[in-house]
């Protein structure tokens, strides 16, 4: 089969990270008979330095052209003096909204091999933490209105019904898939917008009986990941709750250099590292690429349905790294460590065998 795939390095560590990821499609491609072509866009500070917009028109278009969407990361000190509106930030923010990738993955999973890394008690986390973030990634006070009047600035939280709706039977659909729990995160004793977001969750729970429904107001939710992780599956929550609490829950398993995520609209997905542009060691082959290779075989599940391959792919991650191959970020004092392309080699190595 032949599949299209728009490609956005972005800045910093981007490039490095991405060319891994590329790699091992490649590899997965010449053995599994999959053509992966890949068409290169710019968004982000690349993209301002290129055309003043961290967005042009001409990215959404070949994104529009294309099956899926690997993303590298945007943004550096570089970009920092330009205003809120034409920050590098805004170009993946527009991205979202533009392809309406309304539904956010984000998977935060401890790997056995690196449990000395979680900041955590070892007993609140025996067994392994396997947590999925469902955030709502293109409403809610990221896009209502914004104003500033001299000393007072406004920002609008909104939500409509049927945005709560779709990300709803999304997270319903994947707790049906996993262990059929699900967790509605929000603050329904303060905010109007949680309000209509448990009601509408409530509702929707009558079309999935199979899975069980809880509700915890976001604060509570906070406390619990840090005090109970365990007794999370999966979690539902609105864009700037589900934007913190995935920071938490990635710094849990010990790893955000590990952690991949998808961002899914009705057609079209797009998937990139949790983990930021890391300005400070970009280029010198210290940034860890298992996050974007996790990225892409994501992709292969979720966008091209070759859920074969991308478990091929998380295998050959966790047999790296029970292998003792570590990258600086996830190397304990005095380990040997490898680079961002030694890391990326011995992972398509490993596909290969
Ligand atoms: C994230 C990031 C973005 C967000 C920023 C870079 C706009 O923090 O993907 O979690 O807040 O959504
Ligand atoms: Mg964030």
């Not at 032949?2 to 800045?11: C, L, M, P, R």
């Not at 533009?98 to 790997?111: Q, T």
């Not at 779709?166 to 603050?187: E, G």
Request: aromatic letters at 6%; charged letters at 25%.
């Amino acid at each position: 089969m032949d599949y299209k795939i728009a490609v956005i390095k972005g800045d910093g560590i981007g490039p490095e990270i991405i060319d891994q990821a590329i790699k091992i499609l490649n590899k997965i491609g010449e053995k599994y008979n999959h053509n992966f072509q890949y068409i290169e866009a710019l968004a982000g500070g690349a993209a301002i330095d290129k055309t003043g917009s961290p967005l042009p028109e001409e990215t959404l278009e070949i994104c529009r052209k294309t099956d899926a969407l690997l993303f590298g990361a945007v943004g550096g000190p570089k970009w920092d003096k330009l205003k809120g509106t034409e920050k590098p930030e805004q170009g993946l923010l527009k991205l979202r909204k533009k392809l309406g990738l309304y539904a956010n993955l984000r998977p935060a999973v401890m790997f056995e091999e690196l449990k000395d890394a979680c900041p955590l008690r070892a007993d609140l986390v025996k067994g392994g933490l396997d947590i999925l973030i469902v955030r709502e990634l293109t409403g809610g006070i990221y896009f209502g209105k914004k104003t500033t009047m001299g000393d007072k600035a406004i920002d609008q939280m909104e939500y409509s019904k049927y945005e709560i709706e779709r990300i709803a039977h999304k997270a319903f659909q994947i707790a049906q898939r996993r262990n059929k729990k699900l967790v509605s995160v929000d603050k329904a004793n303060v905010l109007e917008t949680s309000r209509l977001w448990r009601r509408t969750f409530k509702e929707i729970a009558k079309e999935y009986p199979d899975v069980e429904l809880s509700h915890m107001y976001v604060d509570n939710a906070a406390m619990q990941l840090v005090t109970n992780p365990k007794q999370f599956d999966v979690i539902a929550t609105e864009n700037m709750f589900g934007d913190i609490l995935s920071d938490e829950a990635s710094v849990i398993t010990g790893s955000i250099g590990l952690l991949p995520s998808a961002a899914l609209g009705v057609n079209y997905g797009m998937y990139e590292p949790i983990h930021g542009s890391a300005p400070d060691i970009a280029g010198q082959g210290k940034a860890n690429p298992i996050a974007t290779i996790l990225s892409a075989a994501m992709m292969l599940k979720y966008s091209f349905n070759l859920q074969k391959e991308s478990e091929i792919i998380e295998n050959a991650v966790k047999k790296a790294l029970s292998l003792g191959y570590r990258t600086t970020d996830i190397a304990k004092n005095g380990e040997q460590t490898v680079s961002t392309k030694e890391m990326g080699d011995i992972v398509t190595e490993l596909i290969g065998q």
